[in-house]
């Protein structure tokens, strides 16, 4: 274990696994209580960040807490001691703990939470259902012959690819072709090296898959009974307790897969010839609207497939500070 980090050090190893430019436009990812530079002790990971939760980080000297779910979700106009929530950020700022969230950037990112229960489950072959899809963008570097070399240095140590034109005898043209995010981060780098350098930037009609994005669709190893299939998701997902929406007696062998509050994916899990679609939260009428069509729904419960989210940020920082993990008891009881 490295010892002790600014917040700012943590926040740049999450954010390069997990981007926050994946999360959806109504989520509250990234740094939602805190000063970057801050500096980190010890970290407790939770789903969520309850009062119990908050206690606990106090208790066993956390100074970042790093939830799954987002402390703060929408606008708020008044921090006071008046409601539930205001209580809680007040309590985290009177003990100057930070709080990060990862949600639906975390869900969404290539090694998230999606692949991580797909993996555990036994998957195979395994596709994003709703990919994310961005242009792609080149710049034009103009350089004089003095600084091509260095130009074409930094972009090879840097893992760009380059294409060199010569304009004229002392004129050359550089052009990087990258998603926008690392063309951006192409051209700060260059600018830090290179201080007087002419470029353009334009958008092409080229599109690049990212293979980040909601949803997993995966098969198994063989296909098996759609009643040996949930025992066995029971034993690896460690749950007691699901719901089944039996709605035909086939086999499974493609299934399709939702973290979370999933079930309006249902209807293309449908058209992408899944057997058996595995989500949580699924309301009753979409579950009738599910049973007529013929598809087999299974719901694993909204927590029950999320705790398993801080495995998936230990694994980032087990070397880089201390950790401990403490989640509310999941508060639906069977009886």
């Given at each position: 274990m490295d010892g002790i980090l600014k917040l700012a050090e943590i926040i740049n190893i999450l954010e390069q696994n997990f981007p926050l430019d994946l999360q959806e436009k109504w989520d509250n990812s990234g740094l939602i209580i805190g000063d970057k530079n801050d500096e980190i002790n010890k970290i407790q990971i939770s789903l969520d960040v309850t009062e119990s939760v908050i206690n606990n980080a106090i208790s066993k000297g956390c100074n970042l807490i790093i939830s799954h779910h987002p402390a703060i979700f929408g606008g708020i106009k008044k921090i006071n001691d008046s409601d539930v929530l205001g209580k809680k950020i007040l309590k985290l700022m009177r003990n100057k703990i930070n709080v990060y969230s990862l949600h639906?950037?975390?869900?969404?990112?290539?090694?998230?939470?999606?692949?991580?229960?797909?993996?555990?489950?036994?998957?195979?072959?395994?596709?994003?259902?709703?990919?994310?899809?961005?242009?792609?963008?080149?710049?034009d570097f103009i350089i004089s012959i003095n600084e091509k070399e260095k130009l074409e240095e930094i972009l090879f140590k840097n893992n760009f690819n380059f294409i060199t034109k010569n304009i004229d005898e002392k004129i050359f043209s550089i052009e990087v072709i990258e998603l926008k995010i690392d063309l951006y981060k192409c051209l700060n780098i260059v600018k830090n090296n290179i201080k007087e350098i002419k470029y353009s930037i334009y958008s092409l009609e080229n599109k690049e898959k990212l293979g980040t994005g909601l949803g997993r669709m995966y098969f198994l190893p063989k296909e098996v009974s759609l009643d040996e299939y949930v025992d066995f998701i029971k034993e690896?997902?460690?749950?007691?307790?699901?719901?089944?929406?039996?709605?035909?007696?086939?086999?499974?062998?493609?299934?399709?897969?939702?973290?979370?509050?999933?079930?309006?994916?249902w209807e293309k899990a449908e058209r992408l010839g899944a057997d058996l679609f595995i989500t949580g939260d699924v309301k009753y009428h979409t579950a009738l609207d599910s049973f007529e069509k013929g598809m087999n729904i299974l719901d694993i419960g909204h927590y029950e497939a999320e705790h398993f989210f801080s495995e998936i940020i230990s694994e980032k920082l087990k070397s880089k500070c201390e950790i401990i993990v403490f989640n509310e008891k999941n508060v639906f009881e069977v009886r």
């Open positions: 639906t950037n975390l869900d969404s990112a290539k090694d998230g939470l999606n692949l991580y229960l797909v993996k555990k489950l036994a998957g195979e072959n395994i596709k994003v259902i709703s990919e994310n899809i961005e242009n792609l963008y080149k710049i690896k997902l460690n749950v007691s307790y699901v719901k089944l929406v039996k709605a035909n007696e086939k086999n499974i062998k493609k299934v399709a897969l939702v973290n979370g509050s999933g079930a309006e994916f």
